[in-house]
């Protein structure tokens, strides 16, 4: 039995104190690859960010809104797990300044600075024990397997699940499974619950073992 920790979700950064930039993820992915886990008999951690639903029962929960905040929640959590599954989509910029009080309409155009959030993945699996591993996710709209590719090997994954926009907000999922030679283990589509126990398998499979 492994110890996996699965950041899901979106997060928030806040532009001032009630508005804030974000994405449609919905934690669905994160959900079913939780419950996939617990029927392999593994222990779940899931450091989520806002979302509308419930983790499934067995899966430990930590929640949080900022990238910030899920990074430091998940950088405690890593060392004590065997592996990491960063199927969240933490929002990619955040405001160089948040303003102290909510900003007025002025009738003209708003200019936001905006500075790139900290990539949790990269972070965490650049840190990870040679008996740690990390999986992570890659949404692209173009070049798909390149981009992939290039990220698995940026952020030190040993495996990357390619999917695309369709994905955020469904109950469905496309996806290509990546090993870090750039082939394609496996394609899994349908509903999130079935792709990700075929997800899970080739964790299960090259990964874990037993």
Same mark, same amino acid.
């Given at each position: 039995?492994?110890?996996?920790?699965?950041?899901?979700?979106?997060?928030?950064?806040?532009?001032?104190?009630?508005?804030?930039?974000?994405? /449609?993820?919905?934690?669905?992915?994160?959900?079913?690859?939780?419950?996939? /886990? =617990?029927?392999?008999?593994? +222990?779940?951690?899931?450091?989520?960010?806002?979302?509308?639903? +419930?983790?499934?029962?067995?899966?430990?929960? #930590?929640?949080?809104?900022?990238?910030?905040?899920?990074?430091?929640?998940?950088?405690? +959590?890593?060392?004590?797990?065997?592996? =990491?599954?960063?199927?969240?989509?933490?929002?990619?910029?955040?405001?160089? $300044?948040? /303003?102290? +009080? $909510?900003?007025?309409?002025?009738?003209?155009?708003?200019?936001?600075?905006?500075?790139?959030t900290p990539d949790i993945v990269a972070t965490l699996a650049s840190k990870k024990r040679?008996?740690?591993?990390?999986?992570?996710?890659?949404?692209?709209?173009?070049?798909?397997?390149?981009?992939?590719?290039?990220?698995?090997?940026? &952020?030190?994954?040993?495996?990357?699940?390619?999917?695309?926009p369709a994905a955020m907000n469904a109950d469905q999922n496309d996806v290509e499974i990546i090993d870090p030679t750039g082939? #394609?283990?496996?394609?899994?589509?349908? &509903?999130?619950?079935?792709? /990700?126990?075929?997800?899970?398998?080739?964790?299960? $499979?090259?990964?874990?073992?037993?």
């Open positions: 039995m492994a110890k996996i920790l699965i950041t899901s979700g979106p997060t928030r950064q806040f532009l001032d104190p009630v508005r804030y930039l974000t994405n /449609a993820s919905s934690g669905r992915m994160g959900s079913a690859l939780a419950a996939a /886990a =617990l029927e392999l008999g593994h +222990e779940v951690l899931v450091v989520s960010g806002p979302v509308s639903l +419930e983790y499934p029962p067995g899966a430990q929960v #930590v929640s949080v809104v900022t990238t910030d905040e899920m990074l430091a929640a998940a950088e405690q +959590e890593f060392p004590a797990c065997e592996g =990491l599954i960063g199927v969240a989509a933490p929002c990619d910029y955040q405001p160089l $300044k948040v /303003a102290e +009080e $909510k900003i007025a309409k002025t009738g003209g155009p708003l200019a936001l600075h905006l500075v790139e040679a008996d740690q591993w990390a999986v992570g996710f890659a949404l692209e709209t173009q070049d798909h397997r390149f981009r992939a590719l290039a990220k698995l090997e940026r &952020k030190s994954c040993d495996l990357m699940i390619l999917n695309g082939a #394609v283990l496996e394609a899994a589509a349908g &509903k999130k619950q079935d792709v /990700a126990r075929r997800i899970m398998a080739m964790i299960q $499979k090259r990964l874990i073992g037993g």
